[in-house]
């Protein structure tokens, strides 16, 4: 090689800071259309070296040359072919992207004017726009100030610095640690069209990968020194490990280097690891948006039906009014027109039996019909009264139900005992009527399933509002494995009437069996008629 | 573009909350509250006198509003403007024609902007200490060449920088605030649309942005400083003229206004902000304030300390929406 094709000479370059010394003499040279890698440990001096090379600080001892001349300090780098990629951005937080991409090499009119140029925003923008677009760099506007950007934007803004016009030499001071992998591999890719363009290229790097993939030649940097410098074919990682840490010892640096690769690698998998959490949070919060769909349906149609529920139990209310007032209509005909109709013909046969025309076997036959109607006007009696408690209405539910359990028990044979409050009062009709329908169906129920020979029933205010009706037997009690539905499937509509009924009062019904055996049916209800005798004894003062 | 609309609206609201809107309004209520409070202040001869000297102050504050644009203060301004003035008298004095005595004084004051900006720019010294040394120089070379008398006598040709009007139809229009207006256009001009006032407010805050991309920060502030002292030198040159005489004491203590207008209408040091418009308004605000004081017959003594106490609370007002703002930010 001859020296012509050197393009840089760097020569004996001495740096300190104070008493510190940095660099001590470093000596190197790039080729046109070369790419050296420079390695070495962090505080090796790398960034210092770089820096006195793009012109931004002046060396203590030893001169740049560029192509034959020697550089005088200060020259501006870039007026002179030099680019610098820095460690990590330095940009300009109150310009915008593309403000930032041309700073210092903005197009404007008149263009032999430096300083007083009118920069010409839109070709800029063009331009900027190609920049990025090479860096595949995702930007959201060439207007937005960099501030706002992240780190790794900023580092590609920095980047596409570069990018805008064509250089001699490209010095690259390890950007690295802001870009993620995709763009570092971008990186090198870029390496590798420079240098087939001609441009050389000066690459400061810590990663061996990186170095090995594009380096043409490889200098490795140590207490600022140049203590290695070789072509890339003819090394291998353990020798520049070996440089940089300045060890020969190969057991002992076995270990450096996998630390070194390994950490490289770690921060790959980091990385990927990152991007997967990414779309695992995307995931995530896709799913959640759609479980929030489900719930908002789910309780939509909840909705519905507890319309439709609503609708239903007022009808309910309604069909049960209805019957009761149905039954009461058919008990006042009963009792005002077939009773009386009866009774009217039991007089008539009366008369008829105590006319002397009459002959006596007739008469007897007469008495014996007479009698029956007698048991068919009680037969028809009784009817009226289950259909509508005569007593219900005059004298209200206390009174209703110790009349019906009184009758019952003489029916049926099994001995009721009765614990009514006695400041029960009166309850609104539909409720009275509720309540009254629920104690004869649970006696009914007693009868046609508990195989009881006692029943107790107890009515009495838990609060002022609300009224316990308490039906213990002592039975058989419940089976086991009861449920109302099955039970209404078997057709015991009994005890699926109380809750029923319980439901539309709005109250609370408690099925359970008793320690000696029996069930035990709790109705809780609440009405609209505070009891006063609960009330006095509530409040103590009065 | 899809950014003009939310952009036109900040642009509104910037005008309310802006600096600008709070000065303008100050300077209005204190024209008001002058106008109601002495039978002086409206009267056309005070009226033309506050315009005329407002030119010149104005012209000097614009200068120093770029130097406090890019980080840095220029103590030197108000020497600059005597010494400016005293050498276009002394060349006058000297029989040279007038456009000679301009350019020599316009050329001191570049000179003593220059040094500024070398040492400054080039040896990076603080420009508080530097322009502080220049403003002692300059007077001293003041005290040297005048020997300590004023320079009387100037020929009319050059007082009407300061004295004449320009008529334009029935519109009298004095030569200063001409003067004012041209140079107030070119500075706008320079400022806003060349990349030279794009890399002066990147001067304050992004010096290593600027550094990294090859530009010449020493040359930079060698330009500001220079401009500075030209602008000075400007003003200098109209207050000698307007008052016919240059006197070796003359604009002693003016760097005080002039420092506390370009910060009240420019905003506060490095923030890299700051209109043309705002610096003249902060200029007029303190113009019209002296000479309310001296209408309303407040004792000289009081008047500098009544300055300095508005320049502190410009500062101090500045730093504290600005905190605000980056809690909120």
Not at chain 1, 22 to 44: I, S
Not at chain 1, 100 to 107: K, P, S, T, V
Not at chain 1, 194 to 221: E, I, P
Not at chain 1, 477 to 483: A, H, K, S, V, Y
Request: proline share 5%; aromatic share 6%.
């Amino acid at each position: 090689m001859s020296a012509s094709d050197v393009l840089l000479e760097v020569h004996h370059i001495v740096k300190s800071f104070g008493k510190l010394p940095v660099l001590r003499g470093v000596t190197l040279e790039v080729k046109a259309g070369e790419v050296v890698g420079v390695a070495g440990k962090n505080g090796a001096g790398k960034t210092v070296l770089a820096s006195i090379i793009a012109g931004l600080m002046p060396p203590d001892d030893g001169y740049l040359k560029l192509e034959g001349t020697v550089l005088p300090w200060p020259f501006c780098a870039r007026d002179k072919g030099i680019e610098l990629i820095p460690q990590s951005p330095v940009l300009a937080d109150s310009l915008d992207v593309t403000g930032n991409i041309f700073l210092g090499r903005e197009l404007g009119w008149p263009s032999r004017f430096r300083w007083l140029r009118v920069p010409n925003r839109k070709r800029m923008d063009e331009l900027a726009e190609q920049a990025l677009a090479t860096l595949e760099a995702h930007i959201p506007s060439l207007r937005e100030h960099v501030a706002y950007l992240s780190p790794e934007q900023r580092q590609l803004v920095a980047i596409a610095r570069v990018l805008i016009q064509a250089a001699k030499l490209i010095v690259i001071d390890d950007p690295t640690a802001l870009l993620s992998s995709p763009y570092q591999r971008k990186l090198l890719t870029l390496i590798e069209a420079w240098r087939d363009k001609g441009t050389a290229v000066l690459f400061f790097s810590n990663n061996l990968d990186h170095l090995f993939a594009v380096a043409d030649r490889l200098l490795v940097l140590r207490e600022g020194h140049i203590v290695m410098e070789t072509p890339t074919d003819e090394t291998t990682r353990e020798e520049v490990v070996a440089a940089i840490v300045g060890m020969s010892d190969r057991r002992e640096l076995t270990p450096i280097i996998w630390a070194l690769d390994s950490y490289y690698r770690a921060r790959e998998q980091a990385e990927k690891l990152r991007h997967q959490q990414r779309l695992l949070e995307k995931d995530l919060a896709a799913q959640t948006s759609l479980r929030e769909q489900l719930l908002e349906q789910l309780s939509l149609q909840i909705a519905a039906l507890d319309k439709a529920n609503r609708a239903l139990q007022e009808a309910q209310r309604r069909l049960l009014t209805e019957r009761e007032q149905e039954r009461k209509r058919l008990a006042r005909e009963l009792h005002d027109q077939i009773i009386q109709d009866l009774l009217s013909i039991n007089y008539q046969l009366e008369d008829l039996g105590e006319a002397e025309s009459v002959p006596l076997p007739v008469r007897e036959d007469i008495s014996r019909v007479r009698e029956d109607i007698r048991t068919l006007i009680t037969e028809v009696r009784r009817i009226c009264g289950d259909l509508r408690p005569p007593t219900i209405d005059s004298l209200g539910l206390g009174a209703a139900i110790r009349s019906y359990a009184r009758d019952w028990q003489e029916r049926t044979g099994i001995q009721v005992t009765l614990d009514v409050d006695e400041h029960l009062g009166r309850l609104p009709e539909p409720i009275e009527l509720s309540l009254f329908r629920i104690v004869q169906e649970g006696l009914n129920n007693v009868w046609k399933h508990a195989q009881a020979t006692q029943v107790h029933i107890q009515i009495h205010h838990t609060s002022p509002r609300m009224l316990a009706i308490t039906i213990a037997d002592n039975g058989r009690g419940l089976p086991e494995d009861f449920d109302l539905a099955a039970a209404s499937r078997e057709g015991h509509y009994g005890l699926l009437g109380i809750s029923e009924r319980v439901a539309l009062l709005g109250g609370r019904l408690t099925l359970k069996n008793r320690p000696r055996g029996g069930l035990l049916i709790r109705v809780e209800v609440p009405h609209p008629r505070p009891s006063r005798a609960v009330l006095r004894e509530l409040s103590p003062g009065d | 573009m899809k950014d003009t609309g939310p952009r036109r609206i900040r642009g509104v609201r910037r005008i309310l909350n802006a600096r600008e809107g709070v000065v303008l309004l100050l300077f209005f209520l204190l024209a008001l509250f002058l106008s109601v409070r002495t039978p002086t202040f409206l009267s056309a001869q005070n009226l033309s006198n506050v315009a005329r000297s407002f030119s010149w102050i104005a012209v000097v504050v614009l200068g120093e509003s770029v130097v406090i644009l890019t980080g840095g203060i220029d103590l030197s301004v108000g020497a600059t403007m005597a010494l400016a003035g005293l050498i276009a008298a002394l060349v006058l004095q000297g029989g040279h024609p007038v456009c000679l005595a301009v350019l020599a004084g316009l050329a001191a004051g570049m000179g003593v902007g220059y040094v500024n900006g070398t040492l400054v720019g080039r040896l990076d010294l603080p420009s508080y200490i530097v322009t502080l040394g220049t403003m002692s120089v300059a007077r001293g070379i003041i005290f040297v060449l005048s020997r300590g008398w004023p320079v009387r006598n100037l020929p009319y040709t050059f007082r009407v920088l300061g004295q004449g009007y320009i008529y334009l139809n029935a519109l009298m229009i004095p030569v200063p605030v001409l003067i004012l207006l041209v140079l107030t256009l070119a500075s706008a001009v320079l400022l806003n649309m060349t990349l030279l006032g794009r890399y002066i407010r990147l001067l304050g805050r992004s010096a290593p942005a600027l550094h990294v991309s090859g530009i010449d920060i020493g040359g930079l502030k060698q330009f500001v400083y220079t401009f500075s002292g030209f602008m000075a030198a400007a003003g200098g040159l109209m207050m000698t003229a307007r008052l016919g005489v240059a006197a070796p004491t003359a604009a002693v203590g003016y760097e005080i206004d002039i420092i506390a207008a370009a910060i009240l209408g420019g905003g506060g040091l490095t923030t890299g902000k700051g209109t043309i418009w705002g610096v003249l308004i902060g200029a007029g605000l303190l113009h019209i304030l002296r000479n309310g004081l001296v209408l309303m017959g407040v004792h000289p003594y009081w008047q500098t300390g009544i300055v300095g106490a508005m320049l502190l609370a410009a500062i101090l007002v500045d730093s504290l929406p600005l905190k605000t703002r980056e809690q909120h930010g």
